[in-house]
């Protein structure tokens, strides 16, 4: 992974002002000057003058509001027709605004730059906790999406990945008990177990007993808070034609066929974290995975989210009546858009994660593409 340089932390093209913004200061120069020799009270009428290169310095760079500011200090001291002269102490007071521009605007640029900083290290942080998932694992199409809870936030407590193991391809989906760093943590510890055990597990029990030791060793260690997490694993096999499915605490995915959905009759276990024996926890399900089949795992910050009247967003009820199943991209995304229109309150993190096997048929036709879109 590539360190971050502080030579990079500068305003990436994306993050800049349009020119008509940028240029807003030279037209209120030019206005404010026009407006002083039209007035009555031109001295007083000046004073606009010197206001510009104080807004000027919350859109442009120190070396730009310095040129604005050294126009307007001679705009007001120079000798121009049709304007009264300001005073020598109205003219040392000019100056100091126009001084004090360019340090706010040095300051504003120093503050932007590391705010970028910031934000690319969020970014790595992201991609450590919760990498880019492939579109294709094995013989799945897969496809991942996440959405932090906290304004502003771009990791959560929330966990997904896809990875091939020598007994098939393995999913977690999981959802650590609160926000903040002590969620990132626990998830980025998870997470990374995860990646060990399906190498040597050979079964989801197993994998399940590694995450757990995982978190209670680290929690008594003190490298990790205390918290419970729930976690749904999945276990294709080699042909991907059945699935294996082991909750600890967290909602039942939903199987998508045809015009079908189907809420999976699992029975959840006990979450990660409260020190049970290994036999006090549920085994796994087995079941076949069709072809033409969508699994769709999500959690529980999906069906958390409320309307104005407090209803709980219905999952199952709003995927009614698809046409066919999407690819596993626009399904996720779909969801997301869905749960966005109908929520006005979401309280915790919301990630979704769809799996299908590769080479599914879609029906590309605009009458069955625009099923998603008509869904209300």
Not at 267 to 290: D, I, N, Y
Not at 346 to 366: C, E, K, Y
């Amino acid at each position: 992974m590539r360190r971050l340089d502080p030579e990079d932390a500068r305003l990436i093209p994306g993050t800049r002002l349009p020119i008509w913004v940028r240029l807003l200061p030279i037209l209120l120069l030019i206005g404010s000057e026009l407006f002083q020799i039209s007035s009555p009270d031109r001295v007083h009428a000046g004073i606009a003058v010197a206001i510009v290169p104080v807004l000027s310095a919350f859109v442009l760079g120190p070396v730009w509001t310095g040129v604005i500011a050294v126009l307007s200090l001679l705009l007001v001291a120079a000798p121009i027709p049709l304007t009264e002269q300001f005073d020598g102490d109205d003219i040392v007071a000019v100056g100091v605004v126009c001084v004090t521009s360019v340090g706010i605007a040095w300051l504003r640029q120093r503050f932007e730059a590391r705010l970028v900083t910031m934000q690319s290290v969020s970014e790595v942080a992201q991609l450590a906790v919760l990498p880019d998932l492939p579109e294709r694992v094995s013989d799945l199409d897969c496809a991942g999406l996440y959405h932090s809870a906290q304004r502003g936030a771009r990791i959560g407590g929330d966990l997904f990945d896809v990875r091939p193991s020598p007994y098939g391809a393995r999913m977690i989906l999981g959802d650590v008990q609160g926000h903040g760093l002590p969620a990132v943590s626990t998830a980025a510890v998870l997470l990374s177990t995860f990646h060990e055990a399906i190498l040597d597990e050979s079964d989801l029990e197993g994998v399940a007993a590694r995450l757990e030791r995982r978190i209670l060793i680290d929690a008594e260690q003190g490298y990790i808070p205390e918290l419970f997490a729930s976690v749904l694993l999945v276990e294709f096999t080699a042909d991907s034609r059945q699935m294996r499915l082991l909750s600890c605490g967290h909602p039942a995915p939903l199987l998508l066929r045809g015009d079908r959905v189907e809420e999976l009759d699992l029975k959840p276990g006990p979450v990660l974290g409260l020190r049970l024996q290994p036999r006090e926890r549920h085994g796994s399900s087995s079941m076949r995975f069709l072809r033409e089949e969508t699994l769709l795992a999500y959690s529980d910050g999906v069906i958390e989210a409320r309307d104005k009247a407090g209803h709980f967003y219905p999952l199952a009820d709003r995927l009614r009546g698809l046409v066919v199943p999407p690819s596993p991209r626009r399904l996720v995304e779909f969801v997301w858009e869905d749960v966005a229109r109908f929520a006005t309150r979401m309280d915790d993190d919301v990630s979704l994660l769809a799996i299908r096997r590769a080479g599914s048929r879609t029906d590309s036709s605009p009458e069955r593409n625009g099923a998603l879109s008509r869904m209300s």
